[in-house]
Nanobody, 121 residues
């Protein structure tokens, strides 16, 4: 009854920019936190950035100053603006959200399908 739909991934040159979007839809009562994780081949999935419903943000040290996370509470949507991209940013990026559903007791974590970001010359 709840799903996350991502968009915006692609191939860019080093120094380029991309903006990822993630929209939550379904029987949503409230959203506590939404964020972005990434996973490169052979590496653990890591938190990139997160934002609470109150607007508090957190970033991985590797992306501070380059990436910006923002959200639109009315649209249940989170964005990740990625600037000054580096080859080491190449990974599958996953949207994550902690959501209270109208039809399910308690809160649950939901994941998007993942979108590939490749930074290469």
């Amino acid at each position: 009854q709840v799903q996350l739909v991502e968009s915006g991934g692609g191939l860019v040159q080093p120094g380029g920019s991309l903006r990822l979007s993630c929209a939550a839809s379904g029987s949503i009562f409230s959203i506590n936190v939404m964020g972005w994780y990434r996973q490169a081949p052979g590496k653990q999935r890591e938190l990139v950035a997160a934002i609470s419903s109150g607007g508090t943000t957190n970033y991985a040290d590797s992306v501070k100053g380059r990436f910006t996370i923002s959200g639109d509470n009315a649209k249940n949507t989170v964005y990740l603006q990625m600037n000054s991209l580096k080859p080491e940013d190449t990974a599958v990026y996953y949207c994550n959200a902690e959501i209270k559903s109208i039809h399910v007791a308690g809160s649950n974590e939901y994941w998007g399908q993942g979108t590939q970001v490749t930074v290469s010359s």
